[in-house]
Nanobody
Framework: QVQLVESGGGLVQPGGSLRLSCAAS????????MGWYRQAPGKQRELVAL???????NYVDSVKGRFTISRDNAKNTVYLQMNSAKPEDTAVYYC???????????????WGQGTQVTVSS
């Protein structure tokens, strides 16, 4: 019943900016940590950024100073602002959220469907 829907992916030039969004919906009791992962061709999926309920953030070293993760709790939405994009940022980006639903009251990780980000001139 809980689902995450991503949007905002696409083609961007090197040095350009893009903002990804991920909205959670359904019978939600609480949303805990939310995060963004990415998987490039031939690579394993890696954690890019995460944000806790209190607003504490963490980033993989390769995106520090360029990407910003944020959340709007009223909208059940997490964002990834991507600035100074590099070709190596090209990947499918997935959002993840740890959520308790009214049905289970058990914290469960939910994943978005993935959105393609391509950085190329």
């Amino acid at each position: 019943q809980v689902q995450l829907v991503e949007s905002g992916g696409g083609l961007v030039q090197p040095g350009g900016s893009l903002r990804l969004s991920c909205a959670a919906s359904g019978n939600i009791f609480n949303i805990y940590t939310m995060g963004w992962y990415r998987q490039a061709p031939g690579k394993q999926r890696e954690l890019v950024a995460l944000i806790t309920s209190a607003g504490s953030t963490n980033y993989v070293d390769s995106v520090k100073g360029r990407f910003t993760i944020s959340r709007d709790n009223a909208k059940n939405t997490v964002y990834l602002q991507m600035n100074s994009a590099k070709p190596e940022d090209t990947a499918v980006y997935y959002c993840k959220a740890r959520i308790t639903s009214h049905q289970t009251m058990i914290a469960t990780d939910y994943w978005g469907q993935g959105t393609q980000v391509t950085v190329s001139s």
